[in-house]
């Protein structure tokens, strides 16, 4: 078992910003490819963010430009800093954690509880 806990989810107006943290072991960090992802209701899981390591970061286009994934080795938290949200951008957020890098949800064994992310218009 992988333990990925998240917060910083809540409600904002269109425009507005959230950071959202997924907190995991120093293991967990070190070793596997740490992910975003989101759903909405009636949606599939997508992917928002990958991030492996120290390498570059890629970004769903959907949300480029507009959210940072980031990591603070330090105290082993993901974050997700999300600017310029839009309605769309409304749902669960998860953080999740593979083996592989992938944009397919089922690829990750490992994710978090999740957390609610709402926009409004």
């Known amino acids: 078992q992988v333990p990925l806990v998240e917060s910083g989810g809540g409600s904002v107006q269109a425009g507005g910003s959230l950071r959202l943290s997924c907190a995991a072991s120093e293991y967990t960090m070190d070793t596997y490819c740490m992910a975003w992802f989101r759903q909405s209701p009636g949606k599939q899981r997508e992917g928002v963010a990958i991030k492996y390591r120290d390498i570059d970061p890629t970004y769903a286009d959907s949300v480029k430009g507009r959210f940072t994934i980031s990591r603070d080795n330090g105290q082993n938290i993901l974050y997700l800093q999300m600017n310029s949200l839009k309605p769309e951008d409304t749902g669960v957020y998860y953080c999740?954690?593979?083996?592989?890098?992938?944009?397919?949800?089922?690829?990750?064994?490992?994710w978090g509880q999740g957390t609610q992310v709402t926009v409004s218009s």
């Open positions: 999740a954690a593979g083996v592989y890098c992938s944009w397919l949800y089922y690829e990750y064994p490992h």
